[in-house]
């Protein structure tokens, strides 16, 4: 019975965790190396290009959502641009209702929400996790979203396959006063 309790998207663990979520963030994990780093001046999105087969093009990684926002993800990459889509769609919302362009705030929340509801109602929860950066009326943003809808602001993230590599990387040269410059 517990196998099949597994299977079955709405049902908890033993610990009290969604088990759907923990596949989506398990495949999260096995994504591709993608960074976020901010600084007072700029944000940078990175993401790895895994090889693909001989005469393949690889995937696009790094998307424009709006003209002061950027974003990228990991997990799997139909989920990543599913999840994109979502957030243009929301940007271009926002521009048309409001004739402002959208705060990287507000489009995270929106992405949380959306990314919630797939948690609920016995549906598959997305299998991507995104970083949104941009710059708006707060100054410069960096925030990750997961699977669960849980929203992360901070300096640096890393997700992915090598993601603790990555971050402790990361942590060894970050300073925020860093510059475009600065090679």
């Given at each position: 019975?517990?196998?099949?309790m ?14 759907q ?26 993401s790895?290009v ?17 003209d ?9 990459i139909?989920?990543?641009t ?23 705030g507000?489009?995270s ?12 109602y ?5 299998g ?5 950066a941009?710059?708006?009326?707060l ?9 669960s ?5 901070g300096?640096a993230f890393?997700?992915?396959q090598s ?6 990387t ?14």
């Open positions: 019975m517990a196998t099949e597994g299977r079955m998207p709405f049902f908890y663990n033993q610990e009290g965790r969604l088990v979520v923990d596949y989506a963030l398990q495949a999260v994990s096995r994504g591709s190396t993608t960074l976020g780093l901010k600084t007072k001046d700029f944000a940078l999105l990175s790895q895994k090889p693909t087969r001989p005469l393949m093009e690889p995937a696009e990684k790094v998307f424009v959502v709006d002061h926002i950027g974003a990228t993800g990991s997990g799997y139909g989920d990543v599913t999840l994109l889509d979502q957030v243009r769609v929301a940007a271009q919302r926002h521009r048309i209702v409001y004739d402002e362009p959208i705060d990287v507000t489009l929340r929106n992405l949380s929400e959306y990314l919630h509801e797939f948690t609920m016995a549906v598959r929860p997305f991507a996790s995104v970083l949104l941009g710059i708006d009326h100054g410069v943003q960096l925030i990750q979203v997961d699977p809808g849980t929203t992360f602001k300096s890393a997700i992915g993601a603790d590599d990555a971050l402790e990361i942590v060894k040269g970050y300073r925020p006063d860093i510059s475009v410059d600065v090679g």
